[in-house]
T-cell receptor, first 113, second 116 residues
Framework: DQQVKQNSPSLSVQEGRISILNCDYT??????FLWYKKYPAEGPTFLIS???IKDKNEDGRFTVFLNKSAKHLSLHIVPSQPGDSAVYFC????????????WGAGTKLIIKP | DGGITQSPKYLFRKEGQNVTLSCEQN?????MYWYRQDPGQGLRLIYY???????QKGDIAEGYSVSREKKESFPLTVTSAQKNPTAFYLC???????????????FGAGSRLTVL
């Protein structure tokens, strides 16, 4: 049973426009949500996180929004740049997962020039 | 530069053979993790260790073994009992398993194991 779902396997966005990556979760007991970025043949790198007590966190071009009632979070990248082309993973953690990260399947973002 | 080193990057194994993947970190992190990634799936936790000489099974520990004799090292052995070992293996570390706050992991570059 997938507790964290990324329903879009891929997303294509024009350079300079906004990229919106979505993530849904099923367990309302998660405390933290994280986004990681992964290039091919490399390990994931941490991008941004949000606590379940907040609804928005911003870091430069990256903003994560959390809608707890819908059990949904999204990552906004503005403006999108060619170097943003990568696979983006959403992950969640909390006491319910023994503080281990539960990962979504990832969304491949392609930024078109 | 501090980081996590995984070796080898690519490894081929015949069926029935055990193979050990190396993971070394110089970040002075207490916690270390092994994940497996398969195409179209998220990362799945194999084992993790919060402290030297202690480790816990993750969601898919069957067919794998680990040791944590040194803080810096957390090798993973893929045994012949692992029925489908071909995958991309990722080692990670964190300062500790966070009981509050986001548990931010630092990852190595990964090891791709192919069973022939």
């Amino acid at each position: 049973d997938q507790q964290v779902k990324q329903n879009s396997p891929s997303l294509s966005v024009q350079e300079g426009r906004i990229s919106i990556l979505n993530c849904d979760y099923t367990n309302s007991m998660f405390d933290y949500f994280l986004w990681y970025k992964k290039y091919p043949a490399e390990g994931p790198t941490f991008l941004i996180s949000i606590s379940s007590i907040k609804d928005k966190n911003e870091d430069g071009r990256f903003t994560v929004f959390l809608n707890k009632s819908a059990k949904h979070l999204s990552l906004h990248i503005v403006p999108s740049q060619p170097g943003d082309s990568a696979v983006y993973f959403c992950a969640a953690s909390g006491l319910v997962s023994n503080y281990q990260l539960i990962w979504g399947a990832g969304t491949k973002l392609i930024i078109k020039p | 530069d501090g980081g996590i080193t995984q070796s080898p990057k690519y490894l081929f194994r015949k069926e029935g053979q055990n193979v050990t993947l190396s993971c070394e970190q110089n970040l002075n992190h207490d916690a270390m993790y092994w994940y497996r990634q398969d195409p179209g799936q998220g990362l799945r936790l194999i084992y993790y260790s919060q402290i030297v000489n202690d480790f816990q099974k993750g969601d898919i520990a069957e067919g794998y073994s680990v040791s944590r004799e040194k803080k810096e090292s957390f090798p993973l052995t893929v045994t012949s009992a692992q029925k489908n070992p071909t995958a991309f293996y990722l080692c990670a570390s964190s300062i500790r398993v966070q009981l509050s706050g986001a548990n931010v992991l630092t990852f190595g570059a990964g090891s791709r194991l192919t069973v022939l």
